[in-house]
């Protein structure tokens, strides 16, 4: 029985030209490098310049994806993007990339499930792929998160970065095994009791302002572990795959200790989990794709490994994704 998978043609990221360090912070607002790395592992973000845009961002991470791919943007008939900032309210940003890119047909529209943006995104972007409406695609994961953070607050702003990352999705006919290469699962979650415990205090239909960022970390921290294995195991059983057939575990990019939490409970080997939080901070919808790019430009991921990628964030929404590359 054959099957129609996604297969992974190429991926690009762009990250803003500005870091900002643990020790800058520490000198503007009451923190620390040491409290910083010791509580998440971050050490540094990366932060967007004031004319950079969220669309700007997602257009640098599309064109190096393409470029990655070897394909033409005219090549691309659908376009996903997973944002929580977009440049405005409405027309999608996904249509400002796109117009970017060139490309006048096909759909773009864009995706908001905060952290997990990019797992909604990728199983989206699948779905249509799967069914026949659409035969080639960018799923792009893009923020400035920088834009919505209350920088007064040190529980939260010493969190968040900007970035872009994005992969080239092509429609293929294969076996239908789990050999195959592509998306061989995704599996969806939310939770709407969640939704005060991680979030942005405005927008258009209620207080007609865009509003900071506001989490119960502890909160978050307390229910993400739960959440991501349960999600990755969904996987495992959809595929009939373990831990041990994984080659690399990919991971959203929100703390190290919830990072390292996961993999040990699903006894996934630490030289299997791909970090970046370190560099990157969390970027949200973009932090997956963002650790996909490094980890397959260093050489670390290769064309038949097994990834594992996950996402857990506001809403609650989380997810999971199983990919042959
Ligand atoms: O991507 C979406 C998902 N988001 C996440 O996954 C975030 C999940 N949560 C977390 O990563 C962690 O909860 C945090 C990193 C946000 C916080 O770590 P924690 O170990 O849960 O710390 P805490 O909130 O319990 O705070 C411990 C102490 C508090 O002081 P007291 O009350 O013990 O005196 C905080 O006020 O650390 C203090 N604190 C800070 N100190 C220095 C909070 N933020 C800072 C800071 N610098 N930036």
């Avoid at 909160?219 to 739960?226: R, S, T, Y």
Wanted: with cysteine; glycine share 10%; aromatic share 6%.
């Amino acid at each position: 029985m054959t099957a129609i998978r996604s297969v992974v043609l190429g991926c690009g990221s762009y990250l803003p030209q500005k870091v900002l360090t643990n020790a800058e912070l520490a000198a503007r607002i009451d923190t620390s490098d040491d409290w910083i790395v010791q509580r998440t592992g971050i050490r540094q973000r990366h932060i967007a310049a004031d004319d950079e845009f969220t669309s700007h961002l997602g257009i640098n991470a599309a064109r190096a994806a393409l470029a990655d791919a070897g394909v033409d943007a005219q090549s691309i008939d659908l376009i996903v993007v997973a944002t929580s900032t977009p440049d405005n309210t409405f027309p999608a940003t996904a249509v400002a990339i796109q117009n970017g890119l060139g490309i006048n047909h096909g759909a773009a529209f864009d995706l908001q499930a905060v952290c997990s943006g990019f797992i909604f995104a990728l199983a989206t972007a699948d779905n249509f792929l799967r069914s026949g409406a659409y035969k080639r695609a960018l799923v792009i994961g893009a923020e400035t998160f920088s834009r919505i953070l209350d920088w007064e607050d040190r529980t939260t702003c010493v969190l968040f970065g900007d970035g872009a990352g994005a992969v080239v999705l092509d429609a293929q006919e294969q076996s239908g095994g789990t050999a195959d290469r592509g998306i061989l699962t995704t599996h969806l979650r939310s939770d709407g009791r969640h939704k005060s415990k991680l979030y942005v205090d405005g927008g258009p239909g209620s207080t007609r302002t865009v509003g900071h960022l506001r989490m119960e970390g502890k909160e978050v921290f307390k229910h993400a572990v739960g959440m991501i294995t349960d999600v990755i195991i969904d996987a495992f059983k959809a595929t009939g795959t373990s831990a041990d057939d994984l080659d690399w575990f990919i991971p959203h990019q929100a703390n190290k200790r919830i990072i390292d939490a996961s993999a040990h409970k699903l006894h996934i080997a630490p030289q299997k989990v791909v970090l970046t939080v370190d560099m990157h901070g969390n970027t949200s919808a973009a932090s997956i794709p963002l650790a996909l790019c490094v980890a397959v430009r260093d050489g670390r991921v290769k064309k038949g490994d097994l990834v594992m990628l996950e996402a857990m964030g506001g809403g609650f929404t989380w997810g999971s994704a199983l990919v042959r590359w």
